[in-house]
DNA sequence: TTTCATCTACGTATTTATACGTAGATGTCT
DNA sequence: AGACATCTACGTATAAATACGTAGATGAAA
């Protein structure tokens, strides 16, 4: 018989992962080792206790520390851990960031549950895997405008890039503040909270102010 | 035997459908009738189609029509379907909201998978049934417990103040289009934009464009 | 020491957004 | 018939944001 794969899965929504629970008992050639509730947990699994699992399922919204923030310790402290992310969101740049963090695959939660054992057996046999809307989403990335991801780029992120003062000024313009009211908040002209609003445009590629607040709440800036 | 309670699922991510489901299905008296990804769909089951079951569990978030509107639908249409909420907020207004549109029940999805299953009976049974963080949340608002508001009156549900075409220029406001682009987008005049997002503008009782997004997406109206 | 990123600020010009307002056309409900 | 909401559009005016720039001060890093 094949040697069992072994799976921990990581959400806030117990129902969740029941339900993942429930779609791998389905096939026998994977067993749950445990699950998470927090990011906190996650990391308390697997780095201060040392675990290791053949596929840590992810979710990527979770309190404390969120799926994002676990791939990045795993990272910044050489984790070697194969991770797929299940998320609500199809966000190519979410899609982008993980990947550069080095998660294996990526799934969204419209997925059926045998993508989701396909993805895990892909996974621990050392391949990608990445569910039908992700891989349009990547498609018309990388055929539009390039994204270059050859060799060692960087690994900045967009979000990584802001400097703190540029995230000071994101935080107000999403609470509604005008350019007047920044500057006196942050005691500089408006000029300076023009420049950055200008600045942050541009950094994050989006067409303006209401983008930026886009940008802050779907990336928890805020 | 007892008769077996038929239950109806709907929500737009198949993993907590599924997941549900097996949770379901470890008590025997209860069955699954079907489900439903979209509001639409829902709709299309029991009132098009006639259908009833004992219990509907109706996710808030749900593309095309939301669990809200749903409620809605049902209400204005006079249709006796007794439903449990599943959702991933706590919001007390989303709540408040719901019971008033005839909900029986309320659960988040923090839920083990047993509250859903007493969750079921009960509505079933003609009782009603709140988690437990939820009955707290009820509880600190009913007992005279300020709800941190500066003692506004509890504003209506804005949302449901809004004109169609409101929506269609809030929406498009969200996607980072000026007013001119609006105008081209729904064929008319850049006043007639600027009309619309002035008067959102009040209704929301936001400051400014960003406001406007902050609140359409807060609530879903994307 | 030099280089670099960051924060700061200003110049000029144009485009958008916001704040007041009015008002006709249309359809719906009573 | 009348009341009403909604969608549409315009007038005038100011405030704010955006698009191009440049550039000094500062502190950290190479």
Redesign the interface.
Known sequence: MKKKIYVHVAD?????????I??INTDNEIAINGYSLTGEEVIDFFDKKGNRVDVLILDITMPILDGIEVLRHFKENKINQKVII?S?YDDIKIVEEVLKLGCKGYIT?????EH?VNAIKAVANGEQYFSNDIQKSLFTTFSGQQVSQKGDVPDKFLIDSLTEREVDVIRL??K?Y?SQEIADELNVSTRTVETHRKNLIKKLK?????????YA?KNKIV
């Open positions: 806030d929504h117990k129902i969740v992962i029941e339900g993942i429930a779609v299940l609500s939660k419209n997925s059926a549950g989701i313009i999403v509604e005008s989006v067409k303006n102010s209401v983008g930026l607040a886009m709440v």
